[in-house]
C-alpha cells in the first residue's frame, strides 16, 4: 500500500511537471528556433541516460530509434504549433492522443469498444475550443498539435509493442537520444537556429521536464496499474491550463471550457474501454 500511494503521488507531480511544459515551450520559442530547443533539450537529457546506452540488450537499438521518431515528431510539431497557438488550448488538443490510440488500434483490427463515441466528443470539445472567444482563431498552430496528438498516439502503440520485449531504462536511453539526433539535420538545415538560447528553459525541460519525468513515469508505473495510470494523466491539460493562466493571464471562455471537459470526458472514455 505505502509503494500505491507513493506511486500516485509521483505520477501526479509528473503531470503537474507536463503541465508547466506548455507556457515553458512557448516562452522559449519566443526567443530562439524550435529545432534547437529540441535538440538542446533532449540533449541535456541525454546526458542522464548515458550509463545505460552501455547496457543496451542485442536488438533493442532499432525499436528505440522508431519510438524516438514518433517522440520527434510529436515534440517538434507541438513546439512549432506553440509559436502560434495558446498553451491551454494546445495541451487539450495533444490530449487527443489518448482518443486516437483506440482508433488506431481499431484499424489495427483490435477490439477496443465504443471508440467512435470517444473520437465525437473529442472533436466536438475541440471545435468548442477552437471558436472560443477568449483564445486566437483557429490557426496553423493548431494543425501542427494535431500532428502532435497522432505522433504521440503512434507513439504509444508502438511503445505497447517495444516495452514489452526490452527493459524499459535502455530503451528509454535511445529513445531521448535518438530524438536529439533526428533534431541535428534539422537545426543544420535551418543554419540561423544557432542564435540566442533561453537557457533556463533548456535546463528546465532537459532536467525536469525530460530526464525527471522519464524516471518517475518508470518509477510510478511500477507501483499503480496502468489504466489508472492513463487517467492520472489527464490531468496533464488540466495543469496546463492553470499555468497558462498564472503566467501568460489565458482564460477559456464558459465554451471553451465546456470544449475543454468534453475533451477530459473523451480521454476518461477512451481509457475506460481500451483493452487491458
Known amino acids: 500500500m505505502r509503494g500505491y500511494v507513493l506511486g500516485l503521488l509521483a505520477l501526479n507531480l ?4 507536463w503541465g508547466t511544459t506548455f507556457v515553458v515551450v512557448k516562452g522559449a520559442v519566443e526567443g530562439m ?18 550509463p545505460w546506452l552501455f547496457r543496451l540488450p542485442a536488438g533493442a537499438f532499432g525499436p528505440g530509434m522508431e519510438l524516438a521518431f514518433w517522440l ?8 512549432l504549433g506553440l509559436a502560434h497557438t495558446s498553451a491551454s488550448r494546445s495541451a487539450f488538443i495533444t490530449a487527443l492522443s489518448v482518443v486516437l490510440v483506440p482508433l488506431l488500434l481499431r484499424l489495427a483490427g ?10 465525437f466528443l473529442a472533436l466536438a470539445g475541440v471545435g468548442l475550443l477552437s471558436y472560443d472567444p477568449y483564445q486566437p482563431p ?3 498552430g493548431d494543425l501542427w498539435t494535431f500532428l502532435t496528438a497522432l505522433a504521440y498516439a503512434l507513439y504509444i502503440v508502438r511503445l505497447e ?3 514489452r520485449a526490452f527493459p524499459s531504462l535502455p530503451l528509454t536511453a535511445v529513445q531521448v537520444l535518438g530524438t536529439a539526433l533526428f533534431a541535428l539535420p534539422w537545426v543544420l538545415a535551418e ?11 533548456v535546463l528546465y525541460l532537459g532536467v525536469v521536464a525530460t530526464a525527471l519525468t522519464t524516471w518517475l513515469q518508470t518509477w510510478g508505473q511500477r507501483h499503480v496499474p496502468a489504466p489508472q495510470a492513463a487517467i492520472l494523466y489527464t490531468l496533464e491539460p488540466v495543469w496546463a491550463a492553470f499555468f497558462a493562466y498564472l503566467a501568460l493571464g489565458e482564460r477559456l471562455s464558459p465554451s471553451g471550457l465546456l470544449g475543454a471537459l468534453l475533451v477530459l470526458l473523451a480521454t ?5 474501454r481500451s483493452p487491458a
Open 191 to 201: 543554419g540561423e537556429a544557432w542564435g540566442p538560447v533561453a537557457w533556463g528553459a
Open 110 to 119: 483490435r477490439e477496443v469498444g465504443p471508440a467512435f463515441l470517444a473520437a
Open 161 to 163: 509493442v517495444h516495452a
Open 33 to 50: 528556433a524550435p529545432s534547437l530547443l529540441i535538440l538542446l533539450r533532449f540533449g541535456v537529457a541525454a546526458l542522464f541516460f548515458l
Open 268 to 272: 476518461l472514455l477512451a481509457i475506460r
Open 138 to 140: 483557429f490557426n496553423v
Open 14 to 17: 509528473l503531470t503537474l511537471i
Open 72 to 79: 520527434f515528431v510529436g515534440y517538434a510539431s507541438q513546439t
